[in-house]
């Protein structure tokens, strides 16, 4: 079939086209349309506005994201009256007794049980804030998870608690884990579920990022050895469970390559790890603290798997630096193989440091967090989103994504984004950069671009995993999905 359209290859050595055939899931010419129109007379035509590599997303979280799609969305909410009005609405179609879930709201404080307790009193409730690093729950949620005054707060994570020393009714980082654990478990038909709505949305592949329960790396081998993934899944297996497996690629199905670690929390719950402090006080907090780490790190690497590290505040970015220092000062060669997700707060001393790595940021984040970012920082937003100077960085590779659930998985709107950015716009990429950054360079950071049939990249020989756009939006995923053909 040929293809026609502006065509953004992704190739250094042409990077602009105007039309592609292909056959076989292989693309077999690229070039004028003219010249191809001329030496295949009698393919089959399809005209889109623009045609790229395929769209990846380079951090989703597939299982919660299926979760998602069956809770509450309260991604628009700001005022814990207006998320309690709708948890309301909820247990209005609830039996007693049965859970209430969902998130997404994003609150300038940390509000406390009761505005729950009114709106669902014979329904537990947990809520996820919009990074996902902490819960808003009700009394009957820590009733039924045994969390009391005589609780501890666990390794990584904080109970908030009243002037009595109850729980409050928020939790922070890995203490929400008391009372989600109590929540209906997560099931493979949740990974079916989000992997089916990100393809449905024209991704050819996406990373994704240490996702729980255990077994949900074996779901994903079962789907990936049945032929029954919808798009190309890369897997990273949460660090509880890495040493029980090892590299594997199931043909062009399933890749597990790397193994998630947090170094922090996430801004908007103010437990990401900075410099600088907050303004109600506290500087966040370490999770996974890469200044314990080291051997840990050294067995990943031996063991032929990425760490991949997740560091948004500016001392955990920078205590991740020193890390990959002592490690290629042991001759791992750590910096070629370690992965930063979300980077969103780099010290100005530090930007030059993370050259050569490989750098997973999520353009909506930074509109989401604009007016948060002003509020705690003011001047020194100027730390944030600096994907501008990161992309220009030396031997790095700068990837993008989603961080679905917590923010949309809309491609459009991340490049939107990362070329109008939300912070200053002197920090913009080109809207070709921010498509690379959603094409080819998730590819080449996973080697795929290096194989027999090259992902990422539109040129001769290479995998026939296209985007299709149409007014700025991607409207097909693979070849399989084809419009109506043209005439001319």
């Known amino acids: 079939m040929l293809l026609l359209g502006e065509v953004w290859t992704c190739d250094e050595s042409s990077p602009l086209?105007?039309?592609?055939?292909?056959?076989?899931?292989?693309?077999?010419?690229?070039?004028?349309?003219?010249?191809?129109?001329?030496?295949?007379?009698?393919?089959?035509?399809?005209?889109?506005?623009?045609?790229?590599?395929?769209?990846?997303?380079?951090?989703?979280?597939?299982?919660?994201?299926?979760?998602?799609l069956d809770s509450l969305d309260l991604r628009d909410e700001t005022d814990p009256r207006r998320a309690a009005a709708r948890v309301a609405e909820a247990a209005a179609r609830k039996r007693p007794g049965e859970w209430i879930s969902g998130g997404g709201f994003v609150f300038d404080h940390y509000p406390d049980s009761r505005l729950l307790d009114a709106a669902a009193p014979q329904n537990p409730v947990y809520l996820d804030s919009r990074d996902l690093h902490s819960a808003w729950v009700?009394?009957?949620?820590?009733?039924?998870?045994?969390?009391?005054?005589?609780?501890?707060?666990?390794?990584?994570?904080r109970i908030l608690r009243d002037g009595s020393g109850r729980p409050s009714g928020y939790l922070l980082e890995r203490a929400v884990s008391l009372v989600a654990g109590r929540l209906p478990p997560l099931a493979k038909a949740d990974l079916v579920r989000g992997l089916a709505d990100l393809a449905a949305r024209g991704y050819v592949a996406v990373h994704a990022m240490g996702d729980?329960?255990?077994?949900?790396?074996?779901?994903?081998?079962?789907?990936?050895?049945?032929?029954?993934l919808p798009l190309r899944l890369a897997w990273t297996l949460p660090k509880e469970i890495w040493r029980s497996y090892a590299p594997e690629k199931i043909g062009q199905q399933l890749h597990i390559f790397g193994v998630k670690y947090f170094a922090d929390g996430a801004l908007t719950s103010r437990t990401a790890w900075m410099l600088e402090g907050y303004p109600e006080g506290g500087r966040g907090m370490p999770l996974d603290d890469p200044r314990e780490h080291d051997d840990e790190m050294e067995a990943v690497l031996e063991a032929g798997l990425v760490p991949v590290w997740h560091a948004i505040g500016t001392r955990a970015v920078r205590e991740l630096?020193?890390?990959?220092?002592?490690?290629?000062?042991?001759?791992?060669?750590?910096?070629?193989?370690?992965?930063?997700?979300?980077?969103?707060?780099?010290?100005?001393?530090?930007?030059?440091?993370?050259?050569?790595?490989?750098?997973?940021?999520?353009?909506?984040?930074?509109?989401?967090?604009?007016?948060?970012?002003?509020?705690?920082?003011?001047?020194?937003?100027?730390t944030s989103y600096r994907w501008d100077a990161l992309a220009r960085l030396p031997g790095s590779l700068l990837l993008f994504g989603s961080d679905a659930p917590v923010a949309e998985p809309d491609a459009a709107a991340g490049v939107a984004a990362a070329a109008s950015h939300p912070?200053?716009?002197?920090?913009?990429?080109?809207?070709?950069?921010?498509?690379?950054?959603?094409?080819?360079?998730?590819a080449a950071a996973l080697g795929w671009s290096g194989e027999d049939a090259p992902w990422g990249i539109v040129r001769r020989g290479a995998r026939a995993a296209l985007g299709f756009w149409e007014g700025g939006r991607p409207v097909a995923r693979l070849l399989g999905e084809e419009p109506e053909p043209v005439q001319s």
Not at 212 to 228: I, K, N, Y
Not at 423 to 442: F, H, I, N, Q
């Open 212 to 228: 729980s329960p255990p077994e949900a790396t074996d779901w994903a081998r079962e789907l990936a050895a049945a032929g029954e």
């Open 423 to 442: 912070l200053d716009g002197k920090r913009s990429l080109s809207e070709r950069d921010a498509v690379r950054a959603y094409t080819y360079a998730p």
């Open 138 to 157: 009700n009394r009957r949620a820590l009733e039924a998870a045994g969390v009391g005054p005589e609780t501890p707060d666990p390794p990584g994570g």
């Open 321 to 382: 630096l020193n890390l990959v220092d002592r490690l290629d000062g042991r001759g791992l060669a750590a910096r070629r193989r370690f992965r930063v997700e979300h980077a969103q707060h780099v010290a100005a001393d530090d930007v030059g440091r993370l050259a050569g790595l490989r750098i997973s940021m999520q353009p909506l984040h930074a509109r989401d967090d604009a007016q948060t970012i002003k509020r705690l920082f003011g001047e020194a937003e100027r």
């Open 17 to 68: 086209a105007s039309a592609v055939y292909a056959e076989g899931g292989r693309i077999i010419d690229v070039g004028p349309a003219d010249d191809l129109k001329a030496r295949y007379p009698g393919a089959r035509r399809y005209r889109f506005e623009r045609i790229t590599p395929g769209i990846q997303d380079a951090h989703v979280h597939p299982v919660y994201w299926g979760r998602w």
